[in-house]
């Protein structure tokens, strides 16, 4: 089946520091990826759409200056949590949908997710 | 207002025993898909099962079977034959418009729990 790899699957930094999150579809081309925020227990969010080559589409509430997202190519999406404090230590999770894909479900690919720790 | 919601926090089963997870899901659309998922404490997110809002027949995928509701709005996933490796949370999600563009809204979750 189709795989999203997500790198690093885990990352500790101190505050203040920016941390870069990448998301590739391995063996698929994807224009449109998501990235979730997954906080201990709770469900996922959805924080932005990334979409190649153009700007990302950011839910209410989620900072665009603070998680900034570019999808340069269409394997590849990156996460980066800029100036990153305590409160933003989280899984964040991305998923890719496949440049092909149909109407019917499934299509939508999940990283591993990668699991934040600020200090 | 809540799209997606799944009222068991938890869920206790012995082996071998089928389980429902009920799930819940509000919508004005006509056009939706109707999603589960399985995360176990790796993280990764599982594709389970898939309904879309057309299909007439409720869907099945080997163990699993989505009991389609349309008029209650309720989608619960269906386990059969419960297994130890069955313990995780499930999530189930909703996309509104059939297109693979559109985002995945997801309920709160239940974590089941298969007793040997």
């Known amino acids: 089946g189709a795989v999203v790899s997500q790198h690093p699957s885990r990352v500790i930094c101190k505050s203040g520091t920016s941390v870069k999150i990448e998301c590739r579809s391995l063996?698929?081309?994807?224009?449109?990826m998501f990235w979730y925020r997954q906080f201990p227990k709770q469900s996922l969010m959805l924080m932005a759409t990334?979409?190649?080559?153009?700007?990302?589409?950011?839910e209410q509430g989620v900072e665009k200056d603070k998680f900034l997202i570019n999808h340069a190519s269409l394997t590849l999406s990156t996460l980066t949590v800029t100036s990153a404090h305590p409160e933003d230590s989280s899984f964040y999770i991305c998923?890719?949908?496949?440049?092909?894909?149909?109407?019917?479900?499934?299509?939508?690919?999940f990283g591993e997710g990668s699991r934040l720790t600020v200090l | 207002a809540q799209k997606i919601t799944q009222t068991q926090p938890g869920m206790f089963v012995q082996e071998k025993e089928a389980v429902t997870l009920d799930c819940t899901y509000d919508?004005?659309?006509?056009?939706?898909?109707l999603f589960w998922y399985k995360q176990p404490s790796s993280g990764e997110m599982i594709f389970l099962i898939y309904?879309?809002?057309?299909?007439?027949q409720n869907a099945t995928e080997g163990r699993y079977s989505l009991n389609f509701q349309k008029a209650r709005k309720s989608a619960n996933l269906v386990i059969s034959a419960s297994q130890l490796g069955d313990s995780a949370m499930y999530f189930c999600?909703?996309?509104?418009?059939?297109?693979?563009?559109?985002?995945?809204?997801f309920g709160q979750g239940t974590r089941l729990t298969i007793n040997p």
């Open positions: 998923s890719a949908l496949p440049l092909l894909a149909g109407a019917a479900g499934g299509e939508l690919f």
């Open positions: 063996d698929f081309q994807a224009t449109t």
């Open positions: 990334s979409n190649e080559g153009s700007k990302a589409t950011y």
């Open positions: 919508t004005s659309d006509q056009s939706y898909g």
């Open positions: 309904q879309g809002s057309y299909d007439e």
């Open positions: 999600a909703m996309r509104e418009g059939l297109q693979g563009a559109q985002k995945l809204v």
